[in-house]
T-cell receptor, first 114, second 116 residues
Framework: KAGVTQTPRYLIKTRGQQVTLSCSPI?????VSWYQQTPGQGLQFLFE???????NKGNFPGRFSGRQFSNSRSEMNVSTLELGDSALYLC?????????????FGSGTRLTVV | AQTVTQSQPEMSVQEAETVTLSCTYD???????LFWYKQPPSRQMILVIR??????QNATENRFSVNFQKAAKSFSLKISDSQLGDTAMYFC?????????????FGAGTILRVKS
């Protein structure tokens, strides 16, 4: 069974640009969550999508947005990139998002902003 | 707001020995979930073990077990018979679905190095 797939694995962007990251959940999983991991702030929750609707949102500026498609694949977009957006972005999926089923994480996208 | 504290930034253990990683958390809720995740150099977060707060019995998964002390808000992870493959960053995480939805709150992590 395929795991959670995140693309691309690595990305280098310039300040002011925008970027889109992709996450394909495990087949049948309907909940997708996104996390940002940095050495200074650790792991922080960005948002969660379930059945194409944003169900929960973390404390990030509006430059960070996401969406989920009918096949449960999710994309995360960051506009007007800043140096501080350099991070590992992790996606996690689960059946319904309920903790009983657990979360499976992808290997992340390493974003570097220069 | 919920907080999760891991007081040991780094730990080392000899192969085949036992090591315990500490985690404390702060919440006013009585029903919640606790997790330990492992992140090896491959970057993928792997669920090691989970505990429901309403369950008195400590969770166990093969060589991994927890000591859940609800009153003390403590959730430590014990790794028995440590193996080289256990070398990784370990994160303690908290979830309170009723109040904050399905959002994991992570601690800062503990780097564990298993030495041969």
């Amino acid at each position: 069974k395929a795991g959670v797939t995140q693309t691309p694995r690595y990305l280098i962007k310039t300040r002011g640009q925008q970027v889109t990251l992709s996450c394909s959940p495990i087949s049948g999983h309907r909940s997708v969550s996104w996390y940002q991991q940095t050495p200074g702030q650790g792991l922080q929750f960005l948002f969660e999508y379930f059945s194409e609707t944003q169900r929960n949102k973390g404390n990030f500026p509006g430059r960070f947005s996401g969406r989920q498609f009918s096949n449960s694949r999710s994309e995360m977009n960051v506009s007007t990139l800043e140096l501080g957006d350099s991070a590992l972005y992790l996606c996690a999926s689960s059946w319904t998002g309920e903790s009983d089923y657990g979360y499976t994480f992808g290997s992340g996208t390493r974003l570097t902003v220069v | 707001a919920q907080t999760v504290t891991q007081s040991q930034p780094e730990m080392s253990v000899q192969e085949a020995e036992t090591v315990t990683l500490s985690c404390t958390y702060d919440t006013s809720e009585s029903n919640y979930y606790l997790f330990w995740y492992k992140q090896p150099p491959s970057r993928q977060m792997i669920l090691v073990i989970r505990q429901e707060a309403y369950k008195q019995q400590n969770a166990t998964e093969n060589r991994f077990s927890v000591n859940f002390q609800k009153a003390a808000k403590s959730f430590s992870l014990k790794i028995s018979d440590s193996q080289l493959g256990d070398t990784a960053m370990y994160f303690c995480a908290f979830m309170n679905p009723m109040e904050y939805g399905n959002k994991l709150v992570f601690g800062a992590g503990t780097i564990l190095r298993v030495k041969s």
